[in-house]
């Protein structure tokens, strides 16, 4: 399974953008769909999820501000980043969890660079 992130970039304080997250190849069924962030000299940290059911979850940090969604048929996870903060700066990763050949699998996209300036 690939998975391509993009819609990362540069944005001023209070700006927006939309990140997206593709997966493609042997995929029978998506469980869930989650993104993390990662900035720099800090650890992975989770950002909001979303479920084969809708279920949507999102981190203290973003509540109120980002907006997880998905495309079913194109098994497609977006994240729609209001209000973007200097603190929001890392690299987005999205992660899919997802039925295959073999029984449940994860992967990892590759990453896209958000940087926020003030």
């Known amino acids: 399974v690939q998975l391509q992130a993009s819609g990362g970039g540069l944005v001023q304080a209070g700006g927006s953008l939309r990140l997206s997250c593709a997966a493609s190849?042997?995929?029978?069924?998506?469980?869930?769909m989650t993104w993390y962030r990662q900035a720099p000299q800090k650890q992975r940290e989770y950002v909001a999820s979303?479920?084969?059911?809708?279920?949507?979850d999102y981190a203290d940090s973003v509540k109120g501000r980002f907006t997880v969604s998905r495309d079913t048929a194109k098994n497609t996870v977006y994240l729609q980043m209001n209000s973007l903060k200097p603190e929001d700066t890392a690299v987005y990763y999205c992660?899919?969890?997802?039925?295959?050949?073999?029984?449940?699998?994860?992967?990892w996209g590759q990453g896209t660079q958000v940087t926020v300036s003030s």
């Open positions: 979303i479920t084969s059911g809708d279920s949507t």
């Open positions: 992660q899919v969890i997802y039925r295959t050949y073999g029984g449940t699998k994860s992967g």
């Open positions: 190849g042997s995929i029978f069924s998506i469980i869930a």
